[in-house]
């Protein structure tokens, strides 16, 4: 059965999940800038559009070479196991471009946002995948 997680108010603007509402915010708080310091939804090596391409919940600049993708219970633990092979797959791919993907799971974002963060951006992956 599906663990329930919380809805998480967002933002009219906002056009993600709510765990990556917390995320966005939990940079924020540690001081990092959008478009400076990192991006939300950055397509690399052509994004969804070109095949081999892929996209990630948040590109780092600052600390480099860091991608961090926020994994829901649902989408991506529950919808069996292509999903989860695509999530490695993914991961894989970028190290071979010197980019280290972490993934950080949305309960862990609802539980403690900021640690998580905090984690992830020192390359520690706290996922259910690690």
């Known amino acids: 059965m599906a663990e329930t ?3 998480i108010p967002t933002p009219e603007w906002w056009v993600g999940t709510g765990p990556e509402y917390l995320c ?4 924020l708080k540690l001081g990092l800038k959008p478009d400076i310091d990192f991006s939300y939804q950055s397509q ?3 994004g969804r559009m070109q095949k081999g391409g892929r996209v990630v919940d948040f590109e780092i600049y600052n600390p480099p070479d860091i991608a961090i993708n926020v994994q829901g219970l649902f989408f991506h633990y529950e919808k069996g ?3 989860r ?3 490695i797959l993914t991961r894989e791919y970028l190290a071979t471009l010197g980019i280290q993907l972490i993934f950080v799971d949305e309960d862990d974002l609802i539980e403690n946002a900021r640690a998580i963060v905090a984690d992830a951006l020192a ?7 690690s």
Do not use: H, K, P
């Open 44 to 46: 690399l090596a052509g």
């Open 85 to 87: 092979q695509s999530d």
């Open 81 to 83: 196991a292509a999903v």
């Open 123 to 129: 390359g520690i992956d706290r996922s259910r995948f």
């Open 24 to 27: 966005w915010q939990a940079l």
């Open 5 to 7: 997680v919380e809805v």
